[in-house]
């Protein structure tokens, strides 16, 4: 006979995966389960760690006991982590394993959420505990050792699972250095290996797009350990609506790496042959490149780089945006900008690669262009400038699919009801 903590476990994880406990009365509230969360930072930076936060404290007013073995702080927010993490260990850079076994003993999970973490000591100890451990997997870093899955020189998608041919074809052994000091640094591919190996002993992996699924498939993970829970930003200002003005606005908001292809936008808006505005907003390491491209292209009376702008001033661009350009070339996890803006009824043009596809449905709500097909991306965006109305529908049709299929509750409760369900398998396979 199941231990009766276990049957409860799966009865609430049960029900809240279907969906028949409310919000209100959910099962946290009646049954804590602690989880150590593990990540490489300590406050806001990326996705990654937006993910990290925003999930950490929801489960905690759900009365969940949450802990966090983490790496290095970032600098940014730290006081609102320190309130969703009551209990932290902290990764000296030393005797990691040592740290990761302190953090086990002392708080005691019932199971371990790993977020970024490519540390083999840390991964080799949470493995060996016996403790039932979840993966999040935000991008490729596991399985790709370049990390972004394309050809750093012609920018090819790559479709192969790790192997000899990364160090032979690829020359992944040596990569940037972006910790300083010399700008090469070795990159082990018998690491890289075992970081597969180890990975795939995790009784879940929790993968963002079915293109995500499909990248661990192909390294050889157990389809049954995968589930498919997509990182949903919380709903926007339901009022905000774009105008559509004839102000012609191309909005673009992201990195300014060369991963996301904000040259290559570049040069599609150099073949537009109607009147535009494009604003870009965001920061990186290829801006002053892209800036320069602008220059040569002769586009900087119609294309401004504002940097970065806080969210309050990013809605003022979204009342007057016309089509939101996502411009990625490198084959994006999710690319989690386009179903920001769907919740304010703003149609995409974007290319074919990676995730995009899983939310990005070809004349419904956008256009899904074939990658790095730059006069196709540029008919796309001169279509919808030129036709506000089918503009504003393809608009309204994102805003009904992010409504419908995105949902913030939901996606906490799933993932509630998978941590049980977890739980749930282990405790029964120790009995």
Not at 39 to 52: I, P, T, V, Y
Not at 276 to 304: P, Q
Request: charged fraction near 25%; include cysteine; glycine fraction near 8%.
């Amino acid at each position: 006979m199941p231990d009766p903590s276990v049957l409860f476990i799966r009865t609430i994880a049960t029900a809240a995966a279907s969906g028949t406990v409310p919000a209100s009365e959910d099962a946290a509230r009646r049954h804590c389960m602690k989880i150590l969360y593990v990540h490489e930072r300590f406050g806001a930076l990326a996705g990654a760690e937006a993910n990290a936060h925003i999930t950490a404290t929801e489960l905690g007013l759900r009365n969940h006991s949450l802990a966090i073995l983490h790496g290095p702080s970032t600098g940014r927010n730290e006081a609102a982590w320190n309130t969703t993490f009551p209990h932290r260990f902290a990764l000296q850079g030393k005797c990691n394993a040592a740290v990761t076994r302190e953090a086990l003993q002392n708080f005691r999970p019932d199971v371990v959420y790993v977020h970024k973490m490519a540390d083999l000591d840390v991964i080799g100890t949470l493995v060996e505990s016996g403790v039932p451990l979840v993966r999040m997997v935000h991008d490729h870093d596991i399985y790709c050792m370049r990390s972004y899955k394309y050809d750093f020189f012609t920018r090819e998608i790559c479709t192969r699972g790790v192997g000899p041919h990364c160090v032979f074809s690829c020359l992944a052994s040596v990569a940037r250095n972006r910790d300083g000091g010399f700008p090469l640094k070795w990159v082990s591919y018998s690491d890289k290996k075992r970081e597969v190996e180890l990975n795939r002993r995790f009784e879940r992996m929790v993968v963002v797009t079915t293109y995500m699924r499909d990248e661990l498939l192909n390294n050889g993970f157990d389809g049954k350990r995968i589930e498919i829970h997509a990182p949903v930003p919380r709903m926007g200002d339901s009022t905000l609506r774009s105008s559509f003005s004839d102000r012609n606005l191309i909005l673009y908001a992201g990195q300014i790496i060369r991963g996301k292809g904000v040259d290559v936008l570049l040069e599609s808006l150099a073949l537009l042959d109607t009147r535009f505005e494009c604003v870009i907003l965001g920061d990186g390491n290829h801006r002053a490149h892209c800036e320069a491209l602008s220059r040569k292209l002769g586009l900087t009376d119609r294309v401004t780089f504002k940097g970065f702008v806080p969210q309050e001033e990013l809605k003022d661009y979204y009342r007057e945006c016309s089509v939101v350009a996502l411009s990625s070339v490198w084959p994006e996890p999710i690319a989690t900008i386009g179903l920001e803006v769907m919740r304010y009824a703003l149609p995409v043009v974007a290319f074919d690669a990676g995730g995009i596809k899983d939310w990005l449905v070809d004349g419904h709500n956008g256009f899904l262009v074939p990658w790095m097909d730059q006069p196709r991306f540029a008919a796309r965006l001169k279509q919808l400038l030129n036709d506000k109305p089918l503009a504003r529908q393809l608009g309204d049709n994102g805003f009904q699919l992010v409504s419908q299929r995105y949902d913030f509750n939901g996606y906490i409760r799933d993932l509630e009801a998978m941590f049980g369900r977890v739980i749930a398998d282990h405790q029964t396979a120790q009995n």
